[in-house]
């Protein structure tokens, strides 16, 4: 059974920071893309960023140059440091992964179980 846990999320007023990590854990085999993607209320859920195993990452143009992806695959978790939050980087934000939980399985994509992020004026 994979699990993927987020935490970091949280109340900040615009232009602060937060910083998210999304752990996964349980059976393992191997890990490939991590990423992360939100939702904000009655929209629907898009990219924020990815980082392949190989550490490649890509952005929405919306977070480019205030938000960084990075990983620490020694422990299994992605981060995703955001700086100048805006007030439309309100959302839930949920942790991605393609994860291989054994060496004869196929990968799959797991999910968080999402962490709320909200900017205030």
């Known amino acids: 059974q994979v699990q993927l846990v987020e935490s970091g999320g949280g109340l900040v007023q615009a232009g602060g920071s937060l910083r998210l990590s999304c752990a996964a854990s349980?059976?393992?085999?191997?890990?490939?893309?991590m990423g992360w993607y939100r939702q904000a209320p009655g929209k629907q859920r898009e990219l924020v960023a990815v980082?392949?195993?190989?550490?490649?990452?890509n952005y929405a143009d919306s977070v480019k140059g205030r938000f960084t992806i990075s990983r620490d695959n020694a422990k299994n978790t992605v981060y995703l440091q955001m700086n100048s939050l805006k007030l439309e980087d309100t959302a839930v934000y949920y942790c991605?992964?393609?994860?291989?939980?054994?060496?004869?399985?196929?990968?799959?994509?797991?999910w968080g179980q999402g962490t709320q992020v909200t900017v205030s004026s």
């Open positions: 349980g059976s393992i085999f191997s890990i490939n893309a």
């Open positions: 991605t992964a393609r994860i291989r939980a054994t060496d004869w399985s196929l990968e799959r994509t797991y």
């Open positions: 980082i392949t195993s190989g550490t490649s990452t």
